[in-house]
């Protein structure tokens, strides 16, 4: 179980350092458990030795967790890395060749809200491209329900958003 272990790990490795930008936990997940490599509950354990380890970090919102590889973390995969069979290797990169728009837009598209010391909501409204903010926006909204409204429909509507402020700005 210990070998096995040590090769979920390797492919979460593998799998930050040939993208990027980060992968959420969801992302990490979908790619081994659609592959049928092992179970959920191994990713997550792997996952977190992998932090317990600092060969990764994360960074989380109230929705999500998104996860890099860290300098520590890219020399150990490159000390191990021939234990990661050709195959896995293809799969990965198979798999970002088909969602890498798909997987870069989920990363890149970030609503999260937090309670303000007036008992409201800030909702911060981002779209990043490479870790750089193309737009970063708080608003203020009186209850938990409208944060949610507001991150669940950035997320939906975030493109019409940022082409309308861009319009308006720009004239």
Known sequence: MAEALTQYKLIILYML?????PLTNTQI????????????????QAISELIGAELIYSESTHNNTCYYITST??????????????????D????????????????????????TTTQEYAVRC????KEHP???LTITVKTKEQ?????????????????YLMDLLIK
């Open 134 to 136: 193309l737009i970063d």
């Open 92 to 115: 990965v990169l198979s798999y970002f060749a088909e969602n890498n728009i798909k997987l870069k837009q989920e990363i890149s598209v970030i609503a999260d809200y937090y309670k």
């Open 17 to 21: 350092d040939h993208i990027d930008f």
């Open 147 to 163: 944060a949610e409204a507001v991150c669940s429909n950035w997320k939906k509507q975030n493109e019409d958003v940022y082409g």
């Open 73 to 90: 973390g890219k020399e150990t995969l490159s000390y191990f890395s021939d234990k990661i069979s050709l195959a896995i290797k293809n």
């Open 29 to 44: 997940s979908n790619f081994i458990l659609e592959k049928e490599y092992t179970t959920y509950f191994t990713i997550q």
């Open 126 to 129: 981002q779209i990043k491209e």
